[in-house]
């Protein structure tokens, strides 16, 4: 009998062994998308363009994005094969979902029976490697002439290829004399800047989580230490509490106090806003003496100028002789491929397109603030719009450094998403976040 059940039980977990070793080998097992990737990426543009159009000749084919301007995109990748090929008869079709429903939408999309989106354009770093990247719902390819302008070997590919990134930066109205010197200064006892909700747009969520990471908590230590005495005296009490809070939640760098001091400050006085264009709106009239915001630099272009509102009447803090610290803080919009993609081939087209071509890029590139990770595009597209210069000596607010120099320390210091260090300190972040903003 013993015998028996002792044989019964080496039996069952033999099989349940085979069992794990075969899901073990499912979950390795490359897919269709992504076998095709790994050609795609040894592919030249033109190469792709050809499987492109075979692939989706007559088609109708459905992008998803955050970005509206990826209609305009489409529209000029379809002209681009039209030009290769004047039978070429397909078209895309571009969808932008609203209040954060992309995930979800993208979710059900993949696991439907009869998949219809080919690729997505996407921002959220946080919600993109939790819910789309470690489940296997997107994919990404790296193009061949995108990794040899950043001089990659295929072992050093990112795990999500970035459109662009953008910069919200922290702007002031100067009518009356306001000034700010340093990044604490907007954290300071009666201050409170114009800022999109953190649950309305989640990216200014992941600033804030970006903020307890080793780099930028030094970033904020170098410029508390460049504050007078009596300033550094007025914030120390929440600076030594947040040292119990990073202790609390696991995060071990040593200068993490600094990041969540100023995370809280921010985030018990900020002033919640629905969007950045009435922000900017508000911020360059001559009536809003004195106020602050932290938003997207390129709604300076549309700015009208009048006898009441200019560019003129604020300036970018990280622009001004002497300022200290963070500047703002930078997000990426995402290229990627869904993994259940019925025109897999013209994905890798389109993003290669968006990513190595000026006339992909334009619809994005014409405007300041936002800065291809490809710097072969980056420069034809500086060469072509001059954005360096766009403001001249008239609007010098609206002359853009460019993204080595907002990127650096000793520039504009933004603070660039990480998805992966977003997705490991957003469980517990997130919700001591939410519990000052509601309880202050």
């Given at each position: 009998?013993?015998?028996?059940?002792?044989?019964?039980?080496?039996?069952?977990?033999?099989?349940?062994?085979?069992?794990?070793?075969?899901?073990?080998?499912?979950?390795?097992?490359?897919?269709?998308?992504?076998?095709?990737?790994?050609?795609?990426?040894?592919?030249?543009?033109?190469?792709?363009?050809?499987?492109?159009?075979?692939?989706?000749?007559?088609?109708?084919?459905?992008g998803?994005?955050?970005?509206?301007?990826?209609?305009?995109?489409g529209?000029a990748?379809?002209?681009?094969?039209?030009?290769?090929?004047?039978?070429?008869?397909?078209?895309?079709?571009?969808?932008?979902?609203?209040?954060?429903?992309?995930?979800?939408?993208?979710?059900?999309?993949?696991?439907?029976?009869?998949?219809?989106?080919?690729?997505?354009?996407?921002?959220?770093?946080?919600?993109?490697?939790?819910?789309?990247?470690?489940?296997?719902?997107?994919?990404?390819?790296?193009?061949?002439?995108?990794?040899?302008?950043?001089?990659?070997?295929?072992?050093?590919?990112?795990e999500?290829?970035?459109?662009?990134?953008?910069?919200?930066?922290?702007?002031?109205?100067?009518?009356?004399?306001?000034?700010?010197?340093?990044?604490?200064?907007?954290?300071?006892?009666?201050?409170?800047?114009m800022?999109?909700?953190?649950?309305?747009?989640?990216?200014?969520?992941?600033?804030?989580?970006?903020?307890?990471?080793?780099?930028?908590?030094?970033?904020?230590?170098n410029?508390?230490?460049?504050?007078?005495?009596?300033?550094?005296?007025?914030?120390?009490?929440?600076?030594?509490?947040?040292?119990?809070?990073?202790?609390?939640?696991?995060?071990?760098?040593?200068?993490?106090k600094?990041?969540?001091?100023?995370t809280?400050?921010?985030?018990?006085?900020?002033n919640?806003?629905?969007?950045?264009?009435?922000?900017?709106?508000?911020?360059?009239?001559?009536?809003?003496?004195?106020?602050?915001?932290?938003?997207?630099?390129?709604?300076?272009?549309?700015?009208?100028?009048?006898?009441?509102?200019?560019?003129?009447?604020?300036?970018?803090?990280?622009?001004?002789?002497?300022?200290?610290?963070i500047?703002?803080?930078?997000y990426?919009?995402?290229?990627?491929?869904?993994?259940?993609?019925?025109?897999?081939?013209?994905a890798?087209?389109?993003?290669?397109?968006?990513?190595?071509?000026?006339?992909?890029?334009?619809?994005?590139?014409?405007?300041?603030?936002?800065?291809?990770?490809?710097?072969?595009?980056?420069?034809?597209?500086?060469?072509?719009?001059?954005?360096?210069?766009?403001g001249?000596?008239?609007?010098?607010?609206?002359?853009?450094?460019?993204?080595?120099?907002?990127?650096?320390?000793?520039?504009?210091?933004?603070?660039?998403?990480?998805?992966?260090?977003?997705?490991?300190?957003?469980?517990?972040?997130?919700?001591?976040?939410?519990?000052?903003?509601?309880?202050?």
């Amino acid at each position: 009998m013993k015998k028996s059940l002792i044989c019964l039980t080496l039996g069952a977990l033999a099989m349940l062994g085979m069992s794990c070793n075969e899901k073990k080998a499912a979950v390795a097992e490359k897919s269709e998308v992504q076998k095709i990737i790994e050609q795609a990426q040894t592919m030249s543009f033109d190469e792709l363009c050809k499987k492109a159009i075979e692939e989706s000749k007559n088609a109708t084919i459905k992008g998803i994005g955050n970005s509206s301007r990826g209609k305009t995109a489409g529209a000029a990748f379809i002209k681009y094969l039209k030009s290769l090929d004047s039978s070429y008869a397909g078209n895309i079709e571009w969808s932008q979902p609203k209040n954060n429903s992309i995930f979800t939408t993208l979710t059900v999309d993949y696991r439907s029976s009869n998949p219809e989106y080919f690729m997505t354009l996407i921002q959220d770093g946080n919600q993109i490697q939790s819910k789309m990247m470690d489940t296997g719902i997107l994919r990404t390819f790296i193009p061949k002439e995108w990794a040899e302008a950043n001089k990659l070997s295929a072992d050093k590919y990112p795990e999500l290829l970035s459109l662009q990134t953008l910069n919200k930066v922290f702007m002031y109205n100067t009518v009356g004399g306001a000034d700010f010197k340093n990044c604490w200064d907007f954290v300071s006892d009666g201050k409170s800047g114009m800022y999109m909700d953190v649950n309305s747009e989640l990216v200014g969520k992941n600033f804030l989580y970006m903020l307890s990471s080793d780099k930028y908590s030094t970033w904020l230590k170098n410029a508390f230490e460049a504050l007078p005495a009596e300033k550094q005296a007025a914030l120390k009490p929440t600076i030594d509490e947040c040292a119990t809070v990073a202790k609390n939640y696991g995060i071990a760098g040593a200068n993490a106090k600094y990041g969540l001091a100023w995370t809280k400050l921010w985030v018990k006085n900020y002033n919640a806003m629905t969007d950045d264009g009435p922000i900017c709106n508000e911020l360059v009239s001559k009536s809003a003496a004195g106020e602050f915001a932290l938003i997207v630099y390129s709604k300076l272009r549309s700015v009208s100028e009048t006898a009441d509102a200019s560019v003129n009447n604020i300036a970018v803090a990280a622009y001004k002789d002497g300022y200290k610290g963070i500047g703002g803080y930078g997000y990426c919009h995402y290229l990627e491929v869904m993994d259940s993609s019925p025109y897999p081939w013209t994905a890798c087209a389109f993003i290669s397109f968006m990513v190595t071509k000026l006339d992909g890029f334009a619809a994005w590139g014409k405007d300041m603030g936002g800065y291809s990770a490809n710097p072969a595009l980056a420069a034809e597209n500086e060469a072509k719009y001059h954005h360096s210069t766009a403001g001249g000596t008239e609007f010098p607010a609206k002359n853009d450094r460019g993204f080595d120099w907002w990127a650096s320390e000793n520039g504009g210091a933004l603070v660039i998403e990480d998805p992966k260090y977003c997705a490991e300190v957003s469980l517990e972040l997130g919700d001591w976040i939410d519990s000052i903003r509601g309880g202050r």
